[in-house]
C-alpha cells in the first residue's frame, strides 16, 4: 500500500476536485458554444468598385469549417450534459468506490479532446492557407484574408475558442486520470 500525502484524503481537497471537474466542463461549454456562435457569424460578402458583390465568404464553404462546426456542437452538448452528470455525482450520498464512473468519464474525455484537437487543426491548416495562399509548382490557392477581413477575424476567433475548448478538455482528462487513480490505490 502506497502512503498519499495527508492533504489527498481530507474533504476540503476532495471538494476542490469536484467543483474543478464541474467548472472546467461548464467552461469548455461556454468556449465550445461561442466556437460555435462565432463560426456560424462569419460570413461576407465581397466588393467590387460601384458595390457591386463579386463573391461570399462562408464557413460552409470549407469542409474543415464544417467539421469544426460540428465537433464543436458535439463538445458543447458533451460537456454540458457531463457537468450536470458530474454534479449530480458529486451530490449523491453513496460513499462506495466510483472507479466506474471516473473511468467512463476519463473515456469520453479523451474522445472529446481527441475530437476538438482535430477539428482545430483542420481549421488552423484552412485558415493558414485563407491568411497566406499557397504558391507550389502545380497549385496555386491565393489569400483571401485580404478581402475578407471579417470572415478571417471571426473564423481566427473562433478557432481561438475551440483551442480553448480544448485545453479545458485536456485538464479534464488529466483530473479524470489522476481522480481514477486515486480511486484505484485506495
Given at each position: 500500500?502506497?502512503?498519499?500525502?495527508?492533504?489527498?484524503?481530507?474533504?476540503?481537497?476532495?471538494?476542490?476536485?469536484?467543483?474543478?471537474?464541474?467548472?472546467?466542463?461548464?467552461?469548455?461549454?461556454?468556449?465550445?458554444?461561442?466556437?460555435?456562435?462565432?463560426?456560424?457569424?462569419?460570413?461576407?460578402?465581397?466588393?467590387?468598385?460601384?458595390?457591386?458583390?463579386?463573391?461570399?465568404?462562408?464557413?460552409?464553404?470549407?469542409?474543415?469549417?464544417?467539421?469544426?462546426?460540428?465537433?464543436?456542437?458535439v463538445g458543447s452538448v458533451f460537456s454540458l450534459l457531463s457537468s450536470i452528470l458530474v454534479y449530480k455525482k458529486t451530490k449523491s450520498s453513496?460513499?462506495?468506490?466510483?472507479?466506474?464512473?471516473?473511468?467512463?468519464?476519463?473515456?469520453?474525455?479523451?474522445?472529446?479532446?481527441?475530437?476538438?484537437?482535430?477539428?482545430?487543426?483542420?481549421?488552423?491548416?484552412?485558415?493558414?492557407?485563407?491568411?497566406?495562399?499557397?504558391?507550389?509548382?502545380?497549385?496555386?490557392?491565393?489569400?483571401?484574408?485580404?478581402?475578407?477581413?471579417?470572415?478571417?477575424?471571426?473564423?481566427?476567433?473562433?478557432?481561438?475558442?475551440?483551442?480553448?475548448?480544448?485545453?479545458?478538455?485536456?485538464?479534464?482528462?488529466?483530473?479524470?486520470?489522476?481522480k481514477l487513480k486515486l480511486l484505484a490505490t485506495h
Amino acid at each position: 500500500m502506497t502512503m498519499e500525502p495527508r492533504f489527498l484524503r481530507s474533504t476540503w481537497w476532495n471538494r476542490l476536485v469536484e467543483v474543478a471537474h464541474v467548472g472546467l466542463r461548464i467552461l469548455a461549454n461556454g468556449f465550445a458554444t461561442t466556437s460555435v456562435v462565432t463560426i456560424l457569424a462569419s460570413n461576407q460578402e465581397i466588393y467590387m468598385m460601384n458595390h457591386i458583390a463579386i463573391a461570399k465568404a462562408h464557413y460552409s464553404y470549407s469542409s474543415a469549417l464544417r467539421y469544426k462546426l460540428i465537433v464543436d456542437a458535439v463538445g458543447s452538448v458533451f460537456s454540458l450534459l457531463s457537468s450536470i452528470l458530474v454534479y449530480k455525482k458529486t451530490k449523491s450520498s453513496h460513499t462506495e468506490p466510483q472507479t466506474s464512473f471516473y473511468f467512463n468519464l476519463l473515456i469520453v474525455d479523451m474522445v472529446m479532446m481527441t475530437l476538438t484537437i482535430s477539428g482545430c487543426a483542420a481549421a488552423t491548416g484552412v485558415g493558414f492557407v485563407a491568411l497566406n495562399g499557397i504558391e507550389e509548382p502545380g497549385i496555386s490557392w491565393l489569400p483571401i484574408c485580404h478581402l475578407a477581413g471579417k470572415f478571417c477575424r471571426m473564423a481566427t476567433l473562433s478557432i481561438a475558442f475551440s483551442y480553448a475548448a480544448f485545453a479545458c478538455m485536456t485538464a479534464l482528462t488529466f483530473l479524470s486520470a489522476w481522480k481514477l487513480k486515486l480511486l484505484a490505490t485506495h
